[in-house]
């Protein structure tokens, strides 16, 4: 199937797409990258403090620095706004085993 197909199974909510759900991303994706979105796209749902954990291990795991994640937090101000992007902050500085030193009464 191509990119069109596929976009078009996206755009009719194809039951077809549960099927492979996912290996496009793997196929297209670099680890790396594929973690920098997931955190991108965790900050913008508003993830759980496990799903935000398990996102940046994976990507320190893929190689992924702090300057990263941090430069996605800092991205993701003008997407999502700044309350939400505060609000996940400290789960990302928890995950990175950073809470006693950044975030108050930790």
Known sequence: MDDIDRL?????DAPELAADAGA??????DPRTAALVRIGA???A???????RSAVEDA????????EIV??????VELVGLPRT??????????????DDLIPDA
């Open 60 to 67: 320190v795991s893929a190689g992924v620095s702090l300057r």
């Open 24 to 29: 496009l991303w793997h196929d297209a994706l």
């Open 46 to 52: 508003a993830a759980p403090a496990a799903s935000m």
């Open 86 to 99: 505060v609000a996940a902050a400290p789960r990302i500085a928890a995950a990175l085993g950073h809470a």
């Open 71 to 76: 430069a996605v937090l800092d991205g993701m």
């Open 42 to 44: 965790l900050i913008a």
């Open 8 to 12: 078009r199974l996206y755009c009719v």
